[in-house]
């Protein structure tokens, strides 16, 4: 599988196949499931990748000790973030092409989940940066992104393409 860089738009999961009904997927979620558990997902291991890497940024941003650290954390987490967006909406449109069945309809259920919270976090992740990004002033901010965010994101993106 080929991925999609985060400048390309995400497909719709709007899509979803029919078989079985909403009722079918509402638990093929990502609170439920992960990527990895995924039918369909689990053959795109680069996405679990990403995914492994957003949240342990994720998780470095909350937990931060100090704002540079903070801000570094919440670079990658949206970077990456934006990567997965758009390897799924590459994803998706290979699927669409898929005949529909049970997998399909899993998967569309996740993925529209998945799309749903990662917009929310995005807009709130991003409100923080920003925010921090004002804190620091552009010298400083850029700073940390080229001492520590961009060679820790280039990191999971390496791992990632490599996974493929």
């Given at each position: 599988?080929?991925?999609?860089?985060?400048?390309?738009?995400?497909?719709?999961?709007?899509?979803?196949?029919?078989?079985?009904?909403?009722?079918?997927?509402?638990?093929?979620?990502?609170?439920?499931?992960?990527?990895?558990?995924?039918?369909?997902?689990?053959?795109?291991?680069?996405?679990?990748?990403?995914?492994?890497?957003?949240?342990?940024?994720?998780?470095?941003?909350?937990?931060?000790?100090?704002?540079?650290?903070?801000?570094?954390?919440?670079?990658?987490?949206?970077?990456?973030?934006?990567?997965?967006?758009?390897?799924?909406?590459?994803?998706?449109?290979?699927?669409?092409?898929?005949?529909?069945?049970?997998?399909?309809?899993?998967?569309?259920?996740?993925?529209?989940?998945?799309?749903?919270?990662?917009?929310?976090?995005?807009?709130?992740?991003?409100?923080?940066?920003?925010?921090?990004?004002?804190?620091?002033?552009?010298?400083?901010?850029?700073?940390?992104?080229a001492a520590r965010a961009e060679p820790w994101?280039?990191?999971?993106?390496?791992?990632?393409?490599?996974?493929e």
């Amino acid at each position: 599988p080929s991925r999609r860089r985060s400048g390309q738009q995400p497909a719709s999961a709007d899509e979803s196949a029919k078989p079985g009904g909403a009722a079918a997927i509402t638990d093929w979620t990502p609170a439920t499931r992960r990527p990895s558990e995924t039918p369909i997902l689990r053959d795109y291991p680069s996405f679990a990748v990403l995914d492994a890497g957003r949240l342990k940024a994720t998780d470095a941003a909350d937990h931060a000790g100090d704002v540079g650290t903070q801000y570094a954390a919440l670079v990658v987490c949206n970077t990456l973030a934006k990567e997965q967006a758009a390897l799924l909406g590459h994803i998706i449109a290979a699927v669409k092409e898929r005949p529909e069945g049970a997998d399909r309809a899993r998967f569309f259920g996740w993925a529209r989940a998945w799309l749903a919270a990662a917009e929310a976090e995005s807009q709130r992740r991003c409100a923080e940066q920003n925010s921090l990004l004002d804190r620091l002033g552009r010298p400083t901010a850029e700073q940390i992104v080229a001492a520590r965010a961009e060679p820790w994101a280039k990191t999971i993106l390496y791992h990632a393409e490599a996974s493929e």
